[in-house]
């Protein structure tokens, strides 16, 4: 079984002349889904094409409600991922809830970042509180406007630089603030390999090793009782990035096991085929090939059970 761990589909009504055909289109991915031998594709919001300005509450529902009904209509080809903001009210917690339990969605998707606060905010508690009683895995996935943001007005660069840099600082702020110190069970699959993470293990811990020699600078309140690169390898990241060394520094970093299949598409319109090819092409065993195209994610989202 291959299992797409990280894609974007919207409700109808979500509409805009600039939105990608291909978050509507469910023949397309299907098609997709046959030509590249893809069995389930996961999705989840973003928050990238939500309607501008609407209430989250709303856009929590509305996309539950949404993923909710695909997943239950179309069982063998998709599951939804519900909607959450980690620093919003009560309501956006019971809404939360609400489609874990009563929904049965298997997991949940949030931003890296809402407007410059990150997944270290002392207001993300009552969340993370919640996602580890309900035992399903958290995707943490980049906002549309990211760090850096005022630097990145061509290319396209939000996109291909500052989304992944916003879940690396995201989740290095949580590691060293010590969330997985009070959130030990947590699994959090990180998108785009985990943008930098990877690669960063050797200078996180040299910091570490040096965090009382201060002419290097400060060293906030040490709340870590271990070097931060075995909090990185608790993490899962999935593949998407079209470049085979990426995920095998990944692979070499955090571990076979918590390698996930990824493509982005939809909304990204690279064929899907590509996107497994990435894959296929490390050089690792056919069997350790399996478990990033979907053993692992079979497992994380509960559905060997």
């Keep these: 079984m291959i299992i ?12 805009h002349p600039k939105s990608p055909k291909s978050i509507f289109d469910l023949d397309r991915l299907f098609k ?10 996961v999705f989840g919001n973003n928050w990238i094409r939500s309607p501008d300005g609407a209430d989250p509450l709303r856009v929590a529902q509305e996309f539950n409600e949404h993923a909710a009904e695909l997943t239950t209509k179309h069982p063998k080809r998709l599951l939804g991922l519900a909607c959450s903001v980690p620093f919003e009210d009560d ?17 949940i998707m949030i931003n890296s970042s809402v407007n410059g606060e990150y997944l270290d905010s002392p207001r993300a508690t009552p969340f993370f509180e919640l996602v580890s009683a ?9 906002p549309k406007f990211t760090i850096g943001n005022e630097k990145m007005e061509i290319f396209r660069l ?3 630089l500052g989304r992944p840099f916003d879940t690396t600082l995201s989740l290095t702020r949580f590691i060293f603030t010590g969330g ?12 785009h390999v985990g943008g930098a993470l990877p690669m960063l293990p050797g200078r996180y811990g040299s910091g570490y090793e040096l965090r009382q020699d201060m ?3 400060p060293w906030e309140p040490d709340v870590m009782t271990r070097p931060p690169a075995s ?3 608790q993490l899962y990241v999935d593949t998407v990035c079209y470049h085979p060394p990426a995920v095998q520094c990944a692979i070499d970093t955090i571990g076979i096991d918590h390698v996930v299949f990824g493509s982005d598409s939809p909304p990204v319109p690279i064929p899907l085929k590509r996107a497994v090819d990435t894959v296929r092409q490390l050089r690792i065993s056919d069997a350790e090939k399996q478990k990033i195209l979907g053993g692992t994610a079979a497992t994380l989202l509960g559905l060997n059970n």
């Design 32 to 41: 997709e889904q046959d030509e590249a031998g893809v069995d389930i594709t």
């Design 180 to 191: 997985f110190e009070r959130f030990p069970k947590l699994k959090m699959v990180c998108a």
């Design 91 to 107: 309501q956006i917690l019971k809404e939360t809830e609400k489609a874990i339990r009563e929904y049965k969605l298997k997991g």
């Design 215 to 217: 002419n290097f600078g």
């Design 231 to 233: 909090y990185i390898e």
């Design 4 to 15: 797409d761990c990280h894609t974007h589909l919207m409700p109808e009504s979500w509409f």
């Design 134 to 142: 309900l035992e399903v895995p958290l995707f943490v996935h980049p």
């Design 158 to 160: 939000p996109e291909l």
